[in-house]
């Protein structure tokens, strides 16, 4: 069984601030981690995977997280924030089960100028 | 290149009614599968297809019914519509073949029943 937790609905920070967003996990098995970026009335867009092969994962938009097996976490980080990052960003985790991604409740990341 | 395309985007149903979404990808990818989003719980799974011919439930299936009529189309079907499966409903599809490659997502479909 998978699960996803994803800590703060809402995140709000200023442009160029950091941004941290936390995720963590639950998997029965070695997981496979995503961050998925959703803009206001549109589809979920990739931003960025892990799959074991490095634990900083670097992805689109300046974005990156970094998979902490002691801690289950997959946090995603940017050193600045831009306005154009105000979105919903879902996490979400995959085992080896047909590709069936379990996701969490998503945070919404809101830009002050 | 169109990726997965969902037909239609908004939709408005009464209470018992039928209908169906409609879901194809032209990436040749071998897996489909139809989520819901609603506020608050991230997107859950309602039904997958691993490759075409098969088809098998998720984490919400009750009330709805799918079909995966070829390699390229996975349908979703509510028999008799109820106002809690109001909600936004996205197709993904994936190209699993015993590792994992991330899934590519639909514009999604808004579905109101009232």
């Known amino acids: 069984a998978q699960s996803v937790t994803q800590l703060g609905s809402h995140v709000s920070v200023s442009e160029g601030a950091l941004v941290l967003l936390r995720c963590n996990y639950s998997?029965?098995?070695?997981?496979?981690l995503f961050w998925y970026v959703q803009y206001p009335n549109q589809g979920l867009q990739l931003l960025l995977k892990?799959?074991?092969?490095?634990?900083l994962v670097k992805g689109i938009n300046g974005f990156e997280a970094e998979f902490k097996k002691s801690e289950t976490s997959f946090h995603l980080t940017k050193p600045s924030a831009h306005m154009s990052d105000a979105a919903e960003y879902f996490c979400?985790?995959?085992?080896?089960?047909?590709?069936?991604?379990?996701f969490g409740q998503g945070t919404i990341l809101t830009v002050h100028p | 290149n169109a990726g997965v395309t969902q037909t239609p985007k908004f939709q408005v149903l009464k209470t018992g009614q039928s209908m169906t979404l409609q879901c194809a990808q032209d990436?040749?990818?071998?897996?489909m599968y139809w989520y819901r989003q609603d506020p608050g719980m991230g997107l859950r799974l309602i039904y997958y297809?691993?490759?075409?011919?098969?088809?098998d439930k998720g984490e919400v299936p009750n009330g709805y019914n799918v079909s995966r009529l070829n390699k390229r189309e996975f349908s979703l079907r509510l028999e008799s519509a109820a106002p809690s499966q109001t909600s936004v409903y996205f197709c993904?599809?994936?190209?699993?073949?015993?590792?994992?490659?991330?899934?590519?997502f639909g514009q999604g479909t808004r579905l109101t029943v009232v």
């Open positions: 990436m040749n990818h071998n897996s």
């Open positions: 998997s029965s098995v070695p997981p496979y």
């Open positions: 892990y799959t074991s092969a490095a634990t």
């Open positions: 979400a985790v995959s085992g080896t089960s047909y590709g069936k991604l379990t």
């Open positions: 297809s691993a490759s075409e011919g098969t088809t």
């Open positions: 993904a599809s994936s190209d699993f073949a015993g590792s994992v490659t991330e899934a590519f």
